[in-house]
């Protein structure tokens, strides 16, 4: 079975110092897509970032950066000179592309604060 | 494009009613996922639908049912509340499903008295 696990509940920083959250996963599947998306107070999810299994490069968006290794099952995301328009929960999902059927796990996010 | 958008965003009932949620996916998603959301339980998979078919099912009872229409709109309805069930419901649209990045609405929170 899928799981994503995000040890980090809540995280606090100041503003402008650099921030990495943690994704560890588990899967069977060769196949698999991981995510990241972000939750501001507003609720609504917001994609910031797409993966798949085949592509471990690292990934460079402005002040966001991920780092795939498949070594050790992880997709961690940071986020240098944080700002406080960061201040969100961010969740890392998997998607199984198993049989065209889409099944996807989230974690159970990161809470993060950035303070001015 | 528009984004996902689901109707009604806030919503009060009480135990026992039932509540339909709608969803209108991004112009050209087939599928559509749903989601509900708790401090306590996090997000979890409701089902998917795609192409006016429910494919995937999570660990819900049968209060919890969806549909399809062959506009790719969706809606979800649940019968018979709970308290439990007060919660965000959230939706999510994809193109088509399994590789596809899923593009979320701003949800429904649905309160439950």
């Known amino acids: 079975a899928q799981k994503v696990t995000q040890a980090q509940t809540e995280i606090s920083v100041v503003e402008k110092e650099d921030v990495t959250l943690d994704c560890v996963y588990e899967?069977?599947?060769?196949?698999?897509?991981l995510f990241w998306y972000k939750q501001p107070p507003s609720g609504e999810l917001v994609f910031l970032i797409r993966?798949?299994?085949?592509?471990?490069q690292n990934e460079i968006s402005g002040r966001y950066s991920w780092n795939f290794q498949k070594s050790t099952s992880s997709f961690n995301f940071t986020i240098t000179a944080s700002q406080v328009v960061d201040s969100a929960v961010y969740f890392c999902?998997?998607?199984?592309?198993?049989?065209?059927?889409?099944?996807?796990?989230f974690g159970t996010g990161t809470k993060l604060q950035v303070i001015p | 494009k528009a984004g996902v958008t689901q109707t009604p965003r806030y919503l009060i009932k009480t135990r026992g009613q039932q509540v339909t949620l709608s969803c209108s996916p991004i112009?050209?998603?087939?599928?559509v996922s749903w989601y509900q959301q708790t401090p306590g339980q996090g997000l979890q998979f409701l089902f998917e639908?795609?192409?006016?078919?429910?494919?995937n099912k999570g660990n819900f009872p049968g209060r919890f049912s969806g549909r399809q229409f062959s506009n790719s709109r969706s809606e979800m309805n649940v019968s018979t509340l709970e308290l439990g069930d007060s919660a965000l419901y959230l939706c999510?649209?994809?193109?088509?499903?399994?590789?596809?990045?899923?593009?979320f609405g701003p949800g429904t929170r649905l309160t439950v008295l």
């Open positions: 899967t069977r599947d060769t196949t698999y897509y």
């Open positions: 639908y795609f192409s006016e078919t429910q494919r």
């Open positions: 999902a998997l998607s199984e592309a198993s049989g065209g059927y889409q099944k996807v796990t």
């Open positions: 112009s050209g998603h087939r599928s």
């Open positions: 993966r798949n299994s085949f592509d471990e």
């Open positions: 999510a649209s994809s193109l088509t499903s399994g590789r596809d990045t899923q593009y």
